[in-house]
């Protein structure tokens, strides 16, 4: 009963004439404020629009600089340590002094070998030409000896040409002689047989008898003779058996001399060798000298000295570190831009660096160059993409950035600090 009594009054209340809605009341003065109010914040949005579309800025960034190890050239025992921790030293400061004892001594030893190379130097060099001049003399004396030997020969050779020829004709004389004592002889013993039967006088016999004593006496004559032109012709022949041994003295001789280019380059050589020698010792001088002056640590640049590590006494090894230097004349602004905002960044544009440890202090500088891969691509162990699920994250790369000269004059900045800085694009 009450569901028909609840369905009759709906269809009652259906059947009424809808009543039209009330209409809103117009406003003018609001709209014409709205319409002001949207105006006046499109005149600042425009502006603020154009200030921010321009700039891009990261807090993603900090200073860098070069950080120089100082270490030691050579070893040995530390004498001075003349700066400390946070000290400011310019360039060529001394840092460290290290004991130059043995250094020195090392060093006067180079000298002292330099000097006896130099001596030996001298004494090659003068060799030189001495060798020259005897070797030349030698040749010389010998050409002449060679000479005089063969001069020698040709006279021996003419003597026993000479001895021979006398010899012959003292021969022929003998013969001659032989002959006529022969004859004289047989005439005397004619003669005597005629003087026995007085067919011929006394003095006939005695003329026969002399004259056969002189024939014997020519005859003893001549066989002397003989004997000494053979003797002339003896002495001859050993006179050019000596001049020949002469010519061959005086052929090695002369050959021996010969040798005057060998000789003058072995010369030389030494010459070389010793010069050489010179040089080397020229070297150890100045590696010496090198030593000691590196036994002495400067500053390489003006910086702030920091980690120092060495102490008085110490022994260091070459190349040991002991301290690092920070130059603060030369820094620089790494900032890590998104790759998103690198579209309208140009080398050279303007750079406003405001730094976390002096707000309100701005700092101006230009784009100097943007790196070659991402910061990722430099770590120690860079994505790969290719494994595993790809997730897609914005890449950040590091733009360089130089700050504009004398910004700094105080040296507030130090390498490591955090930094903001905002590109201007235009």
Do not use: C
Not at 104 to 117: E, G, K, Y
Not at 144 to 157: D, E, H
């Amino acid at each position: 009963m009450p569901t028909e009594i609840r369905q009759e009054n709906v269809e009652k209340t259906d059947s009424r004439p809808a009543e039209p809605p009330p209409r809103p009341r117009r406003r003018p003065r609001a709209l014409l404020v709205a319409l002001i109010l949207g105006a006046v914040g499109a005149a600042l949005a425009i502006p603020v629009y154009n200030h921010y579309a321009v700039r891009e800025s990261t807090d993603d960034a900090q200073v860098e600089g070069h950080l120089t190890p100082m270490s030691a050239r050579v070893g040995g025992t530390v004498q001075e340590v003349l700066v400390n921790d946070n000290q400011y030293v310019k360039t060529g400061d001394v840092l460290v002094r290290i004991d130059p004892s043995d250094y020195q001594v090392a060093l006067t030893r180079a000298q002292a070998d330099l000097a006896d190379s130099l001596a030996s130097l001298t004494a090659a060099r003068t060799n030189v030409p001495l060798t020259d001049i005897t070797a030349r003399s030698q040749v010389e004396n010998a050409q002449a000896a060679l000479a005089v030997a063969k001069s020698g020969l040709k006279a021996a050779q003419d003597q026993v040409s000479a001895a021979q020829a006398r010899y012959e004709s003292v021969q022929a004389r003998l013969r001659e002689v032989q002959a006529n004592q022969t004859k004289t002889e047989a005439d005397l013993e004619r003669y005597r047989r005629l003087v026995a039967k007085d067919e011929i006088s006394q003095h006939d016999f005695d003329g026969a008898q002399a004259a056969a004593t002189a024939a014997r006496a020519a005859t003893d004559s001549a066989r002397a003779g003989v004997l000494e032109a053979e003797h002339s012709v003896t002495l001859a022949k050993s006179n050019v058996i000596i001049q020949q041994a002469r010519i061959e003295q005086a052929k090695a001789g002369l050959s021996g001399a010969e040798t005057v280019p060998e000789q003058i380059g072995v010369t030389k050589a030494r010459a070389g060798a010793a010069d050489a020698k010179v040089q080397l010792s020229q070297s150890a001088v100045e590696r010496a000298r090198l030593d000691l002056q590196y036994t002495v640590v400067r500053a390489p640049a003006d910086g702030i000295v920091s980690r120092k590590s060495v102490e008085v006494g110490q022994v260091i090894a070459p190349g040991q570190q002991l301290m690092t230097l920070v130059p603060l004349n030369d820094l620089w602004v790494v900032a890590n831009f998104k790759e998103t905002q690198l579209d309208k960044m140009r080398t050279g544009q303007r750079v406003e660096i405001e730094v976390d440890a002096f707000p309100g202090k701005k700092f101006i500088g230009r784009i100097d160059s943007v790196a070659g891969a991402t910061g990722a691509k430099f770590s120690l162990l860079p994505p790969e993409n290719a494994t595993g699920n790809y997730v897609k994250v914005v890449q950040r790369i590091p733009v360089k950035i130089v700050l504009e000269p004398n910004q700094d004059p105080d040296r507030l900045l130090r390498p490591g600090m955090s930094v903001e800085p905002t590109v201007l694009l235009r």
